[in-house]
């Protein structure tokens, strides 16, 4: 029986020990082959090329950033041609755009980042239920730690259906993603967890347009995009609409533009060409222009990539921005996804401490341009994204228990013929 016990023993510690390091190593990115040798930006532009050319279904357009410039640029078309000025739907990744939006009120003085959101609302007010509502702020919010259960998602409404009010849309969004609860409310502890939420976003368009005394595009344009030089990017698109990127599904299908009350978290249209200007606006420009570009103070630019959420012990998200990997400045990769039906994806990436970055719009894949950009990563940083983690992390189990199912047989079996060996001398003494 002792010797039963000890190679017990052995062989569960030995598995532990496997199945931890694969399982460390596969999310550390360790033995994974970049798509271009680090710091050769020439082929890596020219990897991504390829991929887009052999993958991408409908449109795409691609940008590679070095030190806050465009230096490489790919485009496919299946339609209408596509170009660095071509307005894509861009989804979730409209977040990011919000998110400096509410900021530079909080810099104007005008919202508090840890004052009850209620504080700011008369059109529309957070239901009474079992949590305390005043522990709702803008933070929260803005990093998905707000408690609300939306798990909104929306599909948006279709050409020539009128879109709900805002404040109809917040009480019930009548175009929830399937599966979504759809109504926006505190359905956890404020503060005690990171839970996606699109109904946050739409109540920050709401905070936007009671705090500003403009429509939230109205204000999103003259204070943001004007001064950012972001010509090619709105919320609303206007009549009459000129080099916009149809939309594709994954079977090559002409998709449907959806229409959306939800702007703030899902309705920006804008261009590669002024997302290489907005990851641009992060760092020092050429001229001496200051990070944030008069927009925001530098400070509250640094501070967004603050951590303000984390899942499983890793850090995944600042104040509108996603974390998605340490960099080796002891900083993070920053930016933003956005994915939603038919098949629209969208990535941008930004290594903040090097201004170098990638910007991937496209339509007809579900998940091309979130590939490409968490390959930057790697090649980048040397590290796999938390979305890359997310999105491969059953597969990384697999291994690591089968791993830690071959160390636990060939350590057990060792010891077990180890400990036999031994008693037998042990009794001729």
Known sequence: MGRFIKALLAAVIAAALTGAIILFGATEGWGRKRIAPPGDAARFAT??????????????????????????EHFVSKGAPVDRDTQFQVASLSKWATAWGVMALVDEGKLDLDAPVSRYLTRWRLPAGQFDNDKVTVRRLLSHTAGLTDGLGYAGFTPGTPVQSLEASLT????????????????????????????????????????????????????????????????????????????????????????????????????????????????????GEPVGRGVLKPETVRAMRRPEASKLGVDIWGLGVMLYAPNPSGDFVIGHDGDNEPAINTSVRLDPSTGDGIVLLETGNKLLATKLAGEWVLWDAGRLDFLIVTMELKHMLKWAAIGAGVAFLLVFALVWRLARRRKPRASQV
């Open 172 to 287: 019930h969004a009548a175009d929830a993603s399937p599966g979504a609860d759809g109504s926006v409310h505190v359905g956890i502890e404020p503060g005690s967890a990171w839970e996606y939420s699109g109904g946050g976003y739409t109540l920050l368009q709401l905070v936007i347009e009671e705090v500003s005394g403009q429509t939230f595009n109205e204000f999103m344009t003259r204070s943001v995009f004007v001064p950012l030089g972001m010509t090619r990017s709105t919320y609303v698109l206007e009549a009459p609409e000129t080099n916009v990127a149809e939309i594709y599904d994954t079977d090559g299908s002409r998709g449907t533009r959806f229409n959306f009350t939800s702007l703030a978290a899902t309705s920006l249209y804008t261009s590669a060409a002024d997302m290489a200007g907005f990851i641009a606006a992060h760092s020092p420009g050429p001229n």
């Open 47 to 72: 990897a991504v090329a390829a991929r887009l050319d052999r993958d991408a279904v409908g449109n795409a357009a691609f940008i590679l950033v070095e030190h806050g410039k465009p230096v490489s």
